[in-house]
């Protein structure tokens, strides 16, 4: 997922500047450097390792499983929970991760200890001489340093009293209940001694970015009064800082760190477990045998498997490392360059991150953050990561065309279109009628059986999954070559799907899980990885015995031990996810704490100009810049923070009513950007190393690749519908649609090819169209306005003119929570009512008219317009009604009439100048 996606930069940089592809060993140590933590531990510290990877994967599973509540034993509360994840993380973060010694790193690795030593003894009582021992204790570990082949004593002192930090809350949860907001000095002790060994363990598995930004927001925090006067705050001493950021749930234990338990470590170990199970190459020999054959077919390959993975993974690095390894060398074969073979791949596995259902971690928090449902965060996020990957392959293509590229040699006749399209039709109504069949069926055995519907549905999983093996043990799943200097023959399709049939079950379960029966993510992941656990412990002994093959006592031994490997790798994976979300709960209990927030806001609009497109330029290039050294996750929690609130009521203040899902996404996306965007960009310094590029080029063309990921959260700021946002089933299938059209649009004209090459006026007249195909709004709303204003004195007359139901737009001022005056537009949903006084006061509203200006003198609690916003004593200053306006689609039809004659004249072009045709590879 997306949090261990952060390498050691500046190894990473000098092997990719080596302008030599990796070999397979190499790469493998490249990932586990950057994953899993790269001490190579050998002996009985390496099995001590393991043997806590393996623990904090048992215990991960037992909490999120009913059995401690059937059982009445091992039942722990979120908070308890909370301390056991971080121990774990903490002390593996120090066994598996040595630091790494740059003059930089060991700089920053001396320096945060001294000043937070600083301000710890600033905010405490005199006479307190164990912080500056604390400090100093740490900055010695550091300078003895952190050899890479084994464990110091020094390492084992902080990878335990790490620990022991962490697990306090729960040791002392009875004691820190009775005296809340009140800190001995026993919690002052270990508070202070926790953030410094989380900070350190941050600047080792994640590098020292994320450490510098939670150390600044912590000197901001004790250093208040003495910071500018717009930010400015009262002094807060030490027992109140460590109280509210290690004792409470307002910091370290707050709800990332809770998300990345509940939820985030499951969905990492059903990843694991999926592809220890041999997924992971099953998804990319279907790619291989469904694309290979296309023009640069192998990049429509890496495109279609990284979005596969990226349904099980979120992380940019893992992706590029696993695919890439396969999909790299092939499309230099057909023709890519090693920065157009790297680009490719760092785009589509950068994008595995906005691919629901797992999202990078941030699908679970946003459910959080924003306070909807699990299933609504992934309905809205779902429509724009499928537009982004099929503008990507179209992007692919429209490269192929430019060189005239050919793909891949298959090994069979294929045949006639016209069958092929009648075959994928029937195949198509057999899976409509099946997802009938069961999502009926399910419901008619749980109201038959409502006791033993459970283990009915098991049995029913067991035999379809032992159909699904007994179809694989008849084909074998083919190896694809990575390298060499012969053509690559693709696999046939058929025998190649039918391979691996039974690794979607898992999915299948995870799914059903979460949108049909509306568990819990937690609960969803879990059962989702048991069926995945069962699947690995039985598929190898059950082939062996389909095939006749023998050896049955021996591929039971080996289902266990990729077992046992697949929890420790999922375990692993998790360091750097649990450590980061733990530092970034710093941020976000310093925001709180301080009231930032508000005086961000002030920032932002005094350098926006209060403009809504300026600040959005603002919050993505925050986003960006925070992002060249965060992780994703981490990134998504300090922006979304620090800005979204002030997005949203900045927005309100200049008429844009911005849904807080959509300003959340917005942030997440240029979080993820980032991994793309040079001089940082991860993920292409990883693309590099494995392609012999230039990382610096890999990373510009990748930035060009994902300017459509960098266009679509501008757009559904502005346009909802393509969040799905109050949008039925028909309308979404038109939005999708458009949107998709218009994508491609916009992705031929950034590069600079659609039937020929552009040249300026069709690329200028492409975007037009793109924009106008995303907002049709924009031009219907200049010809005919969606409002008309009525003085604020008629909003009864105004309320009566409307249907019930219908919103009317008011402004408002008056004065915010802190004595501010603040003027903004929302929405008023109108009552039911005969007059427009009984629909206004349906609605929550009630106002009094002095002259020509209107009051509201009482706004009903919970009532709609309570939760739009409004209070009392605010004074109307416009009222909006919405008027007739004629259907914004129609905007379309001027833009598709100025395609059809782009395409007319590209055509002409085309057929005057035809391309030789390249040979294939």
């Known amino acids: 997922m997306s949090d261990k996606d952060q390498f050691q930069a500046s190894a990473v940089e000098n092997e990719a500047a080596g302008k030599a592809g990796l070999s397979q060993s190499e790469i493998d140590e490249l990932v586990a450097s950057s994953d899993t933590g790269g001490r190579s531990a050998s002996g009985p510290v390496g099995m001590l390792i393991v043997g806590v990877a393996l623990a904090w994967s048992l215990f991960q599973l037992w909490i999120a499983s009913p059995i401690p509540f059937i059982l009445g034993f091992g039942v722990f509360n979120d908070t308890e929970a909370r301390a056991f994840h971080l121990a774990f993380a903490l002390f593996l973060g120090f066994m598996a991760f040595p630091a790494a010694r740059t003059p930089v790193q060991l700089f920053l690795g001396i320096a945060v200890p001294l000043v937070l030593t600083g301000l710890f003894w600033l905010g405490a009582d005199p006479g307190n001489w164990w912080i500056p021992v604390v400090g100093l204790a740490v900055v010695a570990a550091v300078v003895l340093g952190s050899p890479k082949d084994r464990v110091p004593i020094w390492e084992w002192a902080m990878a335990i009293i790490g620990a022991a930090s962490a697990l306090y809350i729960y040791f002392a949860y009875e004691g820190i209940a009775n005296r809340v907001g009140a800190p001995i000095t026993q919690d002052l002790v270990v508070g202070v001694i926790g953030l410094m060994l989380l900070l350190e363990a941050t600047r080792r598995a994640l590098g020292p970015a994320l450490m510098i930004v939670a150390t600044v927001f912590l000197s901001y925090t004790f250093l208040g009064p003495y910071m500018p006067q717009l930010i400015a705050h009262s002094a807060k001493s030490l027992g109140v800082v460590i109280n509210h950021q290690w004792i409470t749930t307002e910091g370290v234990f707050g709800i990332?760190?809770?998300?990345?338990?509940?939820?985030?470590?499951?969905?990492?170990?059903?990843?694991?477990?999926?592809?220890?199970?041999?997924?992971?190459?099953?998804?990319?020999?279907?790619?291989?045998?469904?694309?290979?054959?296309?023009?640069?077919?192998?990049?429509?390959?890496?495109?279609?498997?990284?979005?596969?993975?990226?349904?099980?993974?979120?992380?940019?690095?893992?992706?590029?490392?696993?695919?890439?390894?396969?999909?790299?060398?092939?499309?230099?074969?057909?023709?890519?360059?090693?920065?157009?073979?790297?680009?490719?791949?760092?785009?589509?596995?950068?994008?595995?991150?906005?691919?629901?259902?797992?999202?990078?971690?941030?699908?679970?928090?946003?459910?959080?953050?924003?306070?909807?449902?699990?299933?609504?965060?992934?309905?809205?996020?779902?429509?724009?990561?499928?537009?982004?990957?099929?503008?990507?392959?179209?992007?692919?293509?429209?490269?192929?065309?430019?060189?005239?590229?050919?793909?891949?040699?298959?090994?069979?006749?294929?045949?006639?279109?016209?069958?092929?399209?009648?075959?994928?039709?029937?195949?198509?109504?057999?899976?409509?009628?099946?997802?009938?069949?069961?999502?009926?069926?399910?419901?008619?055995?749980?109201?038959?059986?409502?006791?033993?519907?459970?283990?009915?549905?098991?049995?029913?999983?067991?035999?379809?999954?032992?159909?699904?093996?007994?179809?694989?043990?008849?084909?074998?799943?083919?190896?694809?070559?990575?390298?060499?200097?012969?053509?690559?023959?693709?696999?046939?399709?058929?025998?190649?799907?039918?391979?691996?049939?039974?690794?979607?079950?898992?999915?299948?379960?995870?799914?059903?899980?979460?949108?049909?029966?509306?568990?819990?993510?937690?609960?969803?992941?879990?059962?989702?990885?048991?069926?995945?656990?069962?699947?690995?412990?039985?598929?190898?002994?059950?082939?062996?015995?389909?095939?006749?093959?023998?050896?049955?006592?021996?591929?039971?031994?080996?289902?266990?031990?990729?077992?046992?490997?697949?929890?420790?790798?999922?375990?692993?994976?998790?360091?750097?996810?649990?450590?980061?979300?733990?530092?970034?709960?710093?941020?976000?209990?310093?925001?709180?704490?301080?009231?930032?927030?508000?005086?961000?806001?002030?920032?932002?609009?005094?350098?926006?100009?209060?403009?809504?497109?300026?600040?959005?330029?603002?919050?993505?290039?925050?986003?960006?810049?925070?992002?060249?050294?965060?992780?994703?996750?981490?990134?998504?929690?300090?922006?979304?923070?620090?800005?979204?609130?002030?997005?949203?009521?900045?927005?309100?203040?200049?008429?844009?009513?911005?849904?807080?899902?959509?300003?959340?996404?917005?942030?997440?996306?240029?979080?993820?950007?980032?991994?793309?965007?040079?001089?940082?960009?991860?993920?292409?310094?990883?693309?590099?190393?494995?392609?012999?590029?230039?990382?610096?080029?890999?990373?510009?063309?990748?930035?060009?690749?994902?300017?459509?990921?960098?266009?679509?959260?501008?757009?559904?700021?502005?346009?909802?519908?393509?969040?799905?946002?109050?949008?039925?089933?028909?309308?979404?299938?038109?939005?999708?649609?458009?949107?998709?059209?218009?994508?491609?649009?916009?992705?031929?004209?950034?590069?600079?090819?659609?039937?020929?090459?552009?040249?300026?006026?069709?690329?200028?007249?492409?975007?037009?169209?793109?924009?106008?195909?995303?907002?049709?709004?924009?031009?219907?709303?200049?010809?005919?306005?969606?409002?008309?204003?009525?003085?604020?004195?008629?909003?009864?007359q105004a309320a009566e003119e409307v249907s019930p139901g219908q919103d009317l737009r008011l402004q408002v001022s008056g004065l915010n929570a802190i004595g501010e005056p603040v003027t903004f537009v929302a929405l008023l949903p109108v009552g039911e009512g005969e007059t427009g006084e009984d629909r206004l006061f349906a609605s929550g509203l009630e106002y009094v008219v002095n002259g020509d200006s209107v009051v509201i003198d009482n706004v009903t609690f919970g009532s709609p317009a309570a939760e739009a916003g409004f209070d009392w004593d605010q004074t109307v200053e416009r009222v909006m009604r919405p008027k007739a306006q004629p259907p914004k689609e129609l905007m379309f039809i001027p833009a598709l009439a100025l395609l059809a004659l782009i395409v007319l004249w590209q055509r002409s072009r085309a057929r005057k100048n035809p391309r030789p045709k390249q040979a294939t590879a």
């Open 256 to 796: 990332a760190l809770g998300v990345s338990t509940s939820f985030v470590f499951l969905f990492v170990l059903f990843g694991s477990l999926l592809d220890k199970a041999g997924a992971g190459n099953y998804f990319i020999q279907v790619a291989f045998s469904l694309m290979g054959h296309m023009r640069g077919g192998p990049a429509k390959a890496a495109v279609v498997s990284s979005a596969m993975t990226g349904l099980i993974s979120g992380s940019s690095i893992a992706n590029v490392v696993t695919t890439g390894t396969f999909t790299i060398p092939l499309m230099k074969k057909v023709g890519f360059s090693s920065e157009k073979a790297g680009a490719v791949e760092v785009a589509s596995s950068v994008n595995g991150q906005i691919m629901p259902p797992v999202m990078g971690a941030a699908a679970f928090l946003m459910v959080e953050y924003v306070g909807i449902p699990y299933f609504d965060v992934v309905k809205h996020a779902f429509l724009p990561a499928v537009i982004s990957y099929i503008a990507l392959v179209y992007i692919v293509h429209l490269e192929a065309m430019k060189q005239n590229m050919q793909g891949l040699p298959r090994a069979y006749t294929p045949k006639p279109i016209v069958q092929r399209l009648i075959g994928m039709a029937f195949f198509v109504a057999f899976l409509c009628v099946l997802s009938f069949g069961v999502y009926y069926g399910m419901g008619w055995i749980r109201t038959v059986f409502p006791d033993t519907a459970g283990y009915i549905v098991f049995v029913f999983l067991c035999l379809v999954y032992l159909g699904l093996l007994y179809v694989a043990s008849k084909e074998e799943i083919p190896t694809l070559e990575k390298d060499g200097d012969g053509p690559q023959v693709l696999p046939l399709p058929g025998p190649t799907v039918r391979s691996g049939l039974h690794f979607i079950l898992p999915v299948v379960v995870l799914v059903w899980a979460l949108m049909v029966d509306r568990l819990s993510p937690g609960l969803s992941a879990f059962w989702a990885a048991a069926f995945m656990i069962f699947i690995l412990v039985t598929q190898r002994p059950l082939l062996a015995i389909m095939r006749n093959a023998g050896g049955i006592a021996s591929e039971i031994r080996n289902g266990f031990v990729d077992l046992i490997d697949g929890l420790v790798t999922g375990a692993r994976n998790m360091i750097g996810i649990g450590i980061a979300t733990a530092t970034a709960g710093i941020i976000v209990g310093a925001v709180s704490q301080t009231g930032v927030g508000s005086a961000l806001a002030d920032v932002v609009e005094v350098l926006s100009g209060g403009n809504i497109l300026a600040i959005l330029f603002l919050t993505a290039i925050l986003s960006l810049i925070l992002g060249m050294g965060l992780p994703t996750t981490a990134n998504y929690i300090v922006v979304s923070a620090l800005l979204a609130p002030v997005i949203v009521q900045l927005g309100q203040q200049n008429g844009l009513i911005v849904p807080l899902i959509a300003v959340h996404l917005f942030v997440f996306y240029f979080g993820i950007m980032a991994d793309v965007t040079p001089p940082v960009g991860l993920a292409s310094f990883a693309a590099a190393a494995v392609s012999g590029g230039d990382p610096i080029k890999t990373g510009v063309v990748a930035f060009f690749y994902s300017l459509r990921t960098a266009a679509l959260p501008f757009l559904f700021i502005f346009n909802t519908d393509l969040l799905l946002i109050d949008v039925g089933w028909a309308q979404g299938i038109l939005v999708f649609v458009i949107a998709t059209v218009a994508m491609l649009l916009f992705a031929a004209a950034t590069q600079g090819w659609f039937l020929t090459r552009n040249n300026i006026l069709e690329t200028v007249a492409l975007l037009l169209i793109a924009f106008t195909l995303f907002r049709p709004g924009f031009w219907m709303d200049m010809v005919a306005p969606p409002f008309e204003d009525v003085p604020p004195v008629e909003i009864a």
